[in-house]
């Protein structure tokens, strides 16, 4: 979670005084736990685990042959991975990667069901299967990413794919600038699923 | 597939005017008591002192409200707009309408934090 401003006046140490008299009255009375409020932040900071698909797009980065194999045939490439079994995709499942460039920037979606590449990037967050998500996506790609924080480029042109039992799309973001001299394992743990599904960049965080 | 409510409240709250900002796809919190006000609001609701759908109409309320006083065509609109004022004002109407706090209470323990407050500056 990100802080950018500061603020200082009145109003802000009013709110301020307003939200701990909020939590203390309800810790007084028992409603909430003294480590409730914690709890509920903790688990928007730590939910993301490590994943396969991060392993992935590290590989990529750092193996360019590896890269290659998994633009043209990402299935196999996936089977070259130590993973535990079935992690290359059920039966007759085929999953396909697509390469974020400067210029070009691809999301994906699923307007027919709810096809996301779990073996890759593990269960679907709630957004991905809400209808207005799937639609908006389509519809106005530039609009949901802006509401996810991450504006694009006017010149930037957005690809949206859409998944089907097929064909399970994931993206291979682009790898942050600065993080040459990074190992494979470094690089893995700052690629998130919102960057694999194309709504978020790779930030490496100072 | 299971959800948990945090990830549900959170999301269910994209695709229209209410919901929270975000940064790179991760929600952002520009201060201490915007991060404290959105957990207050989702453990209530957890522990069934509301249901999510009431707090987001309360919320979706509070929004229009300040929309209707401000003038998009104002050089103030963007500068005033304060997210996190309209969410803690959600709470607020929601925790005392449903009777677990009074206004009383609320205004004597505000008061409270913002003396104490006062006093460490001073001291300091």
Known sequence: MSKRFYYGNERESYSAARVRALEALLIEKGIIGSETVDKVLDYFETEMGPFNGAKLVARAWVDPEFKARLLADTTAAIAEMDFPTGMAGAEGENMAVVENTEGVHNVIVCTLCSCYPWPVLGLPPYWFKDPTFRARTVREPRAVLKEFGFPLEESTEVRVWDSSAQIRWFVLPERPKGTEGMSEEELAAHITPEAMMGVARVEVKA | ?124
């Open chain 2, 1 to 124: 597939m299971q959800t948990k409510f945090e990830h549900f409240a959170a999301t269910s709250l994209m695709g229209g005017s209410e919901h929270p900002p975000r940064q790179n796809g991760e929600l952002m919190f520009d201060r201490e008591w915007e991060e404290r006000a959105f957990s207050i609001a989702i453990s209530l609701s957890k522990k069934g002192y509301y249901e999510w759908e009431s707090f987001r109409q309360q919320l979706i309320y509070s929004i229009a409200e300040w929309e209707s006083a401000h003038c998009k065509d104002d050089s103030s609109y963007d500068s005033s707009w304060d997210y996190y004022q309209r969410w803690l004002l959600a709470l607020e109407r929601i925790v005392l309408g449903s009777s677990i706090i009074s206004s009383e209470e609320l205004e004597a323990k505000t008061n409270e934090f913002i003396s104490r407050e006062q006093q460490a500056t001073s001291n300091s």
